[in-house]
């Protein structure tokens, strides 16, 4: 009796690691139901800046992400810190933009005339831009159909009026990171702030990195460039929304920052 | 007795485990986009035209096309709106116009290239380009030759903040047209100077309780036409609309994949019960950084949807369906309905899902 019990058991546990062994392959099928390890980075990068009106977000700037720690990236920076720009009012004011010109771009932090529809009270009447009048008559007289015509002005500008403003920062962004590829043999990455000054770098490889605006972002009554640094560690999209890295004009402890705000200078 | 049950359960487990292993989600495989080669041949070769040839290319674009052709009947904008002249075509190829081999059988095959029929008195032609304003009839197949090359984080430097209220505007074929005052919401970043409500496309499938009339047209549309270029580009602006290589780059010849893979097929931009009203970059988080638009899909991270649609933010958005909802539907019913259609959502949602909202 004892004999037939011990060979039951032997078949028993024979039979179990069997059936274990088996079973091995598809352990893997019920891993894959997990949520793998991150092997990449993402921040979640949040602008904002205190003026004499309040903290405000910073919405629609440019920020890049630029391998390596401020240390090893020092070169640059020290060419960034050396740059400044003519603000969009003294820029246009140099291209004898008029007052109503002015107004519309700064009506909607607009850096170039590309970024609003041309509606119809800018073009007659109490809001008319002498500009955009002229640019009219000329289209009207080419193409010979009104709402073309309106459509299509900015074709009709002068280059300095249409985008000139636009294209030196555009020029100075590329002078300033031209090499800087060759130099951290990684590529730059950029994103853009949305209206609640908030952006995401997604897709990073795990390193130390320098986020700057590399030229100088306006606000109200300033213009500010954010160098920082941050450590990138593997890590999914859910954590970093719930850990933003938070950019600001006030000290910040938390956060690695060489910030460097100047007030607008006067326009001659 | 107790072994017996013991071994049952093993092989309860195993079956289970291959159960589990067949409904695992295998990956998808992306189907390239259909490549078709132009038909090669003696009897065919002239019927279909190929900017590739060696002889083609060596000409510059304005040797045949001309920019603008005469447009008034066919667009309301100044464009290429029509096959280039005879000329430009007889001055290389008189042979397969006006020998008698070329007259045997149909006619010349080479007119049927812009020609709807290769008759020596046929004027009808196909429609060249887009909108095809004046119903003219349009080839059977709608091969390309040409890849659009479009920066669009450049595009997206130069457009703005949006800050009032801006009017509402559909796309009726081609043409942006404005609605009336009291038709007007909040808008953002005027992502929406190129990408409106595409009121071509519509679930047509949503059942009445659902007819929620922004479900019905739950796409943005994107820009069909060189009005949507020559609006900034027609001069000055590089590069200008005769400089056709500024845009456009030779590819073999293929046939563009019209229809759009969504995942979440029952979202609507529109939608939202009147609450998806945020910007567009919120959920696109990626989209500030693409350079191109090869390769560019609209991908969203369940996180962006979790941001409101989660147990936890019932207290701010008290109309919004969670993703522990549907979690909990699909353990009942298997299937996720309020976004997916069943295609998705009948498969075992995936580990992002329960992340998101942890």
Known sequence: MRMVYRFRQDVFVRTFFIFSFSLFPFAFSLIGHTQTPPTFGVVRLKVRYKSSEGTKDLPRKRFFLIKGSIDQNRALIEKIKQTSLASLECYYRSQGASEALIKWLKDNDCESVYCREMEDKYLSGAEAVPEFQKAFEQALNELKNREVARRWLTNYLAPEIRSGFYDEKQKTIQALLSGTEATTKAKVMSIMTDRKGTGYLTNIEPGTYTISNVVASETDKTSIVWICEREVKATDLGTAMKRPMMLSNEADPKVKCEVIERPLAACN | ?358
Not at chain 2, 255 to 262: A, D, F, S, V, W
Request: charged share 25%; net charge positive.
């Open chain 2, 1 to 358: 007795m107790t072994k017996r049950a013991f071994i049952f359960i093993l092989v309860c487990v195993g079956v289970a485990a291959l159960a589990s292993a067949q409904t695992r989600r295998r990956p998808r495989t992306s189907r390239p986009a259909t490549q078709t080669q132009a038909p090669r041949g003696s009897a065919a070769k002239y019927s279909a035209f190929l900017h590739s040839s060696d002889k083609h290319k060596s000409l510059a674009c304005n040797e045949c096309h001309k920019v603008p052709t005469k447009w008034a009947a066919k667009r309301d904008f100044p464009d290429v709106a029509d096959f280039p002249d005879h000329d430009a075509c007889v001055r290389c190829h008189r042979q397969q116009f006006f020998t008698r081999q070329s007259m045997i059988g149909t006619g010349p095959a080479i007119c049927t290239v812009c020609h709807v029929r290769a008759a020596p008195r046929e004027d009808m032609r196909f429609a060249f380009g887009k909108p095809n304003n004046s119903a003219q009839q349009a080839k059977a197949k709608d091969e390309r030759q040409f890849t659009i090359e479009f920066p669009h984080d450049q595009h997206q430097n130069v457009i703005a903040r949006w800050r009032g209220v801006q009017s509402v505007r559909l796309e009726s074929h081609h043409g942006l047209k404005s609605l009336k005052a009291d038709d007007k919401k909040s808008d953002y970043n005027n992502c929406s100077i190129c990408h409106q409500t595409d009121m071509s496309l519509a679930i047509v499938a949503l059942a009445a309780p659902n007819t929620d009339p922004a479900m019905l047209h739950p796409y943005k549309s994107m820009p069909r036409s060189h009005d949507s270029c020559f609006n900034c580009h027609w001069k000055s602006q590089k590069p200008v609309a005769g400089d056709c290589a500024g845009c456009h780059a030779p590819a073999a010849t293929f046939i563009p994949e019209l229809g759009r893979k969504r995942i979440s097929a029952k979202f609507a931009h529109e939608g939202g019960k009147g609450e998806h009203i945020a910007e567009c970059t919120t959920c696109h988080i990626n989209i500030t950084r693409a350079s191109t638009t090869r390769g560019l899909t609209p991908d969203v991270p369940i996180n962006t949807c979790a941001a409101c649609h989660r147990d936890s933010k019932k207290t701010t958005y008290p109309k919004a369906v969670t993703i522990e909802t549907e979690l909990d539907q699909f353990k009942k019913t298997g299937e996720c309905t309020y976004c997916h259609a069943a295609d998705v959502g009948k498969k075992r949602p995936p580990p992002s899902h329960d992340a998101a909202v942890q």
